[in-house]
């Protein structure tokens, strides 16, 4: 050894230095590895970086988007409540402008009054205000909620003769003033915003059409908004006047006339009124990456301090309802909103002690998360190309978070297919057109009033045929039957709303317009006719088919409750259509359609005049035509 060691001395370069005694020297491979994760360590921690940086900001996006949401989610129930009373108010001027509501006949009004409070359930009431001021209005009376139609005298009162005024002045339906009214019909004091609709005639002003809604059913709506999520909602009219809020669902309290709606420090919010108090501290926000009006919006976002701690607000212009603009707008604590935040944080600070404490298993680590993302990101790119049907459930991980993104994304699957199968069904109970618009508008069609044509279709002699077969049978036979009517109709535009016992109801030009809807409607019968006689039902059993067609106005448009919808079709037109068809048992036809109807035929189908006959609720007498190929001699 003392040989081998003299001889290594022995080759150092003349002039070169010699090792230290003691001086601890690193292998070359430990210094490779050291270099090696030093630099992985930096690559890693600037990714880490990078990472969370765009976490931070896509977490801010995502709340300013949310906050967004809220706040138009607010502005959409409003515009759900009132835009429908604004839509019956219109109507209802037209048909007195047209002539087609006689205004001054209590028998004719009170009905139409009446059925525009039946489209629109939060109207309050409905008046008609002649220029006489001699009033005909219909409102709502409670408990119970039923309508009442009554004649008020408003002549020589000034506030009646300014808005009379104020209505000539209009070119068209406007929002007036909200308005306090002491003793309402439900015996309380109330507080009313109000549409109103100018009727002229031949260019002569003849008074107008109102209505009003009771502002706390407003406020109602507003506490759905932050039910469980500790928002709270309003609704602001001009700088400091509260017009919705959660603390106005009972009322409005003591107004009056010259100050119908409260300020916001006479509401029990110690948040808003901190909002509007110059002395206090309110400090404009931004979330980063997303300034105010930088996405095109006006909203505004607030840090507002009060003595349980900071406070977020957010407000935005609502316009449309009168002459001062509305603001909608919610606050929350910003707990409620930095969780998010804090979430992140501590994603990030875990993620670099994980880093620190498992780099030398960082191959390792890396290999066993790369293998699951690459599936997950296949798969997203297989259900991207190929649909829901085309990709398999993820297996589970044994990482949690990549077992998490695999749950996920397996769930959003079995939702997307979910889906399919319930658009796929949904056309098998609503028609395909109504369907469509459902899922599209997220579950509700706003009220469409068209003129379209109705059809009514009923078996000649269904109770007896019932009565002589098995109740399983009947339905069976209705099956089959319903299954035939079904393709003639549609293959004509018509749409079916109703399946009504052995009756059908069916609409050409609504929801789906179509100009030559009275004629499709027309051939529509005729081809039912013609499968009707052509076949037997029930094993044997030979049917016959009644039709009756009219034209006219029709309302169209979902109504039920919270937890269940339908898309059914209203008026005068609907009903006279069912009783023509009733008529074919006296006129001894298959097929009954209405004058109005024939006329939009434009003879491009031979029709006979089978007489006139009077309908109840209408003053003229209804000419009625049968098509000349749809009679069945002899019946």
């Given at each position: 050894?003392?040989?081998?060691h003299?001889?290594?001395?022995?080759?150092?370069?003349?002039?070169?230095?010699?090792?230290?005694?003691?001086?601890?020297?690193?292998?070359?491979n430990?210094?490779?590895?050291?270099s090696?994760?030093?630099?992985?360590?930096?690559?890693?921690?600037?990714?880490?970086w990078?990472?969370?940086?765009?976490?931070?900001?896509?977490?801010?996006?995502l709340?300013?988007?949310?906050?967004?949401?809220?706040?138009d989610?607010?502005?959409?129930?409003?515009?759900?409540?009132?835009?429908?009373?604004?839509?019956?108010?219109s109507?209802?001027?037209?048909?007195?402008?047209?002539?087609?509501?006689?205004?001054?006949?209590?028998?004719?009004?009170?009905?139409?009054l009446?059925?525009?409070?039946?489209?629109a359930?939060?109207?309050?009431?409905?008046?008609?205000?002649?220029?006489?001021?001699?009033?005909?209005?219909?409102?709502?009376?409670?408990?119970?909620?039923?309508?009442?139609?009554?004649?008020?005298?408003?002549?020589?009162?000034e506030?009646?003769?300014?808005?009379?005024?104020?209505?000539?002045?209009?070119?068209?339906?406007y929002?007036?003033?909200?308005?306090?009214?002491?003793?309402?019909?439900?015996?309380?004091?109330?507080?009313?915003?109000?549409?109103?609709a100018?009727?002229?005639?031949?260019?002569?002003?003849?008074?107008?059409?109102?209505?009003?809604?009771?502002?706390?059913?407003?406020?109602?709506?507003?506490?759905?908004?932050?039910?469980?999520?500790?928002?709270?909602?309003?609704?602001?009219?001009?700088?400091?006047l509260v017009?919705?809020?959660?603390?106005?669902?009972?009322?409005?309290?003591?107004?009056?006339?010259?100050?119908?709606?409260p300020?916001?420090?006479?509401?029990?919010?110690?948040?808003?009124?901190?909002?509007w108090?110059?002395?206090?501290?309110?400090?404009?926000?931004?979330?980063?990456g997303?300034?105010?009006h930088?996405?095109?919006?006006?909203?505004?976002v607030?840090?507002?301090?009060?003595?349980?701690?900071?406070?977020?607000?957010a407000?935005?212009?609502?316009?449309?309802y009168?002459?001062?603009?509305?603001?909608?707008?919610?606050?929350?604590?910003?707990?409620?909103?930095?969780?998010?935040?804090?979430?992140?944080?501590a994603?990030?600070?875990?993620?670099?002690?994980?880093?620190?404490?498992?780099?030398?298993?960082?191959?390792?680590?890396?290999?066993?998360?790369?293998?699951?993302?690459?599936?997950?990101?296949?798969?997203?790119?297989?259900l991207?190309?190929?649909?829901?049907?085309?990709?398999?459930?993820?297996?589970?991980?044994?990482?949690?978070?990549?077992?998490?993104?695999?749950?996920?994304?397996?769930e959003?699957?079995?939702?997307?297919?979910?889906?399919?199968?319930?658009?796929?069904?949904?056309?098998?109970?609503?028609?395909?057109?109504?369907?469509?618009?459902?899922?599209s508008?997220?579950?509700?069609?706003?009220?469409?009033?068209?003129?379209?044509?109705?059809?009514?279709?009923?078996?000649?002699?269904?109770s007896?045929?019932s009565?002589k077969?098995?109740?399983?049978?009947?339905?069976?036979?209705?099956n089959?039957y319903?299954?035939?009517?079904?393709?003639?109709?549609e293959?004509?535009?018509?749409?079916?709303?109703q399946?009504?016992?052995?009756?059908?109801?069916?609409?050409?030009?609504?929801?789906?317009?179509?100009?030559?809807?009275?004629?499709?409607?027309?051939?529509?019968?005729?081809?039912?006719?013609?499968?009707?006689?052509?076949?037997?039902?029930?094993?044997?059993?030979?049917?016959?088919?009644?039709?009756g067609?009219?034209?006219?106005?029709?309302v169209?448009?979902t109504?039920?409750?919270?937890g269940?919808?339908?898309?059914?079709?209203?008026?005068?037109?609907?009903?006279?259509?069912?009783?023509?068809e009733?008529?074919?048992?006296?006129?001894?036809?298959?097929?009954?359609?209405?004058?109005?109807?024939?006329?939009?035929?434009?003879?491009?189908?031979?029709?006979?005049?089978?007489?006139?006959?009077?309908?109840r609720?209408?003053?003229?007498?209804?000419?009625?035509?049968?098509?000349?190929?749809?009679e069945?001699?002899?019946?």
């Open positions: 050894m003392a040989r081998a003299s001889l290594a001395v022995a080759r150092v370069p003349e002039g070169g230095p010699l090792p230290r005694a003691g001086a601890r020297r690193i292998p070359i430990l210094a490779l590895a050291g090696f994760c030093l630099l992985l360590l930096a690559s890693a921690g600037l990714v880490l990078l990472g969370f940086s765009t976490g931070f900001h896509n977490t801010a996006g709340l300013h988007d949310k906050t967004q949401l809220t706040v989610a607010i502005e959409q129930r409003a515009r759900a409540q009132l835009d429908p009373v604004y839509q019956q108010v109507f209802l001027a037209e048909l007195v402008a047209r002539g087609e509501l006689d205004p001054l006949d209590p028998a004719h009004l009170d009905p139409s009446r059925a525009s409070m039946a489209a359930p939060q109207v309050h009431s409905v008046l008609y205000i002649p220029s006489t001021l001699q009033v005909r209005v219909a409102s709502r009376v409670y408990p119970g909620g039923h309508v009442n139609a009554a004649s008020l005298d408003w002549a020589g009162e506030r009646y003769e300014r808005a009379l005024a104020e209505g000539r002045r209009a070119d068209g339906p929002w007036g003033e909200i308005v306090y009214v002491p003793r309402l019909s439900d015996g309380r004091d109330g507080v009313l915003l109000n549409v109103r100018p009727v002229r005639r031949d260019g002569e002003f003849l008074g107008l059409v109102a209505a009003s809604v009771r502002l706390d059913t407003l406020s109602r709506l507003l506490t759905e908004v932050g039910a469980g999520g500790g928002a709270t909602a309003f609704i602001l009219s001009g700088p400091d017009v919705a809020h959660p603390a106005l669902v009972d009322g409005h309290g003591n107004r009056t006339v010259d100050a119908p709606l300020g916001v420090r006479e509401i029990d919010d110690p948040v808003l009124q901190a909002l108090d110059p002395e206090r501290s309110r400090t404009p926000l931004a979330f980063q997303h300034d105010e930088s996405d095109g919006s006006d909203l505004e607030y840090r507002v301090l009060v003595g349980d701690g900071v406070h977020v607000a407000l935005q212009w609502l316009y449309g009168g002459a001062v603009p509305w603001r909608v707008g919610v606050h929350f604590r910003r707990e409620d909103i930095g969780s998010e935040f804090r979430a992140l944080l994603a990030g600070v875990a993620s670099v002690i994980a880093l620190l404490l498992s780099i030398a298993a960082m191959w390792f680590i890396g290999g066993r998360i790369s293998r699951p993302v690459r599936r997950l990101a296949e798969a997203a790119w297989q991207r190309r190929g649909g829901p049907s085309a990709v398999a459930p993820l297996r589970g991980s044994r990482l949690a978070e990549v077992d998490t993104a695999h749950e996920a994304f397996n959003m699957l079995a939702g997307m297919r979910q889906r399919e199968i319930l658009r796929d069904s949904f056309g098998k109970f609503v028609p395909e057109t109504i369907a469509e618009q459902l899922l508008q997220q579950g509700s069609l706003a009220p469409v009033t068209r003129v379209a044509t109705v059809m009514f279709t009923d078996i000649a002699g269904f007896t045929i009565e077969i098995a109740p399983h049978a009947v339905i069976a036979l209705l089959e319903f299954s035939a009517l079904i393709e003639p109709i293959h004509h535009g018509g749409v079916i709303h399946f009504q016992g052995d009756a059908i109801l069916a609409t050409f030009n609504l929801p789906v317009e179509d100009p030559h809807h009275a004629l499709q409607a027309v051939r529509a019968a005729q081809a039912i006719q013609a499968c009707v006689q052509a076949r037997r039902f029930g094993g044997g059993l030979e049917l016959r088919t009644r039709v067609i009219n034209t006219g106005n029709v169209g448009g109504v039920g409750g919270t269940r919808l339908g898309y059914t079709v209203h008026g005068d037109a609907v009903n006279l259509a069912a009783r023509i009733s008529l074919n048992k006296t006129f001894g036809t298959q097929v009954l359609v209405a004058a109005e109807t024939v006329a939009l035929c434009h003879g491009a189908i031979a029709f006979r005049e089978v007489g006139t006959s009077e309908v609720g209408r003053e003229h007498v209804v000419r009625l035509f049968t098509p000349e190929s749809a069945r001699p002899g019946e």
